[in-house]
């Protein structure tokens, strides 16, 4: 929640434009749910993951909530990706399996 007060309190001062990408997750939470409605009524627009549980996203937050983007996992067949949380809630489908990324331990430049 912390982290959320932060995007909403930075932006304000700032006065500039803001997106907000949360990939977490967890059980319904309104909460969570109102925290991401204040980003969005501040005009952050908010990217939150559908979840990895191969469950409705409907009953996880931040997916849930309804001002956020809630994105969910394909393969690289474009196919939803097993694990890939679904449902109602979900607006857009994104490559999300098997992706090949930078870690902290990494030493690549």
Partial sequence: MAGIDWVLT??????????????LGGAASDVV??????L???GIHTVVSAGN???H??????????TAITVGATTIA???WPNSNYGK????????????SLGINSNTV
Avoid: C, M
């Avoid at 979900?90 to 090949?100: E, H, Q, S």
């Fill in 10 to 23: 930075d932006s304000q001062n700032s006065g500039r434009p803001a997106v907000a990408q949360i990939s």
């Fill in 33 to 38: 749910d109102k925290s991401v409605l204040s």
């Fill in 40 to 42: 969005t009524n501040a």
């Fill in 53 to 55: 549980k191969n469950t």
């Fill in 57 to 66: 996203a409907g009953n996880q937050s931040p997916a849930r909530a309804p």
């Fill in 78 to 80: 474009d196919e939803r």
């Fill in 89 to 100: 809630v979900v607006d857009i489908f994104a490559p999300g399996g098997n992706i090949v």
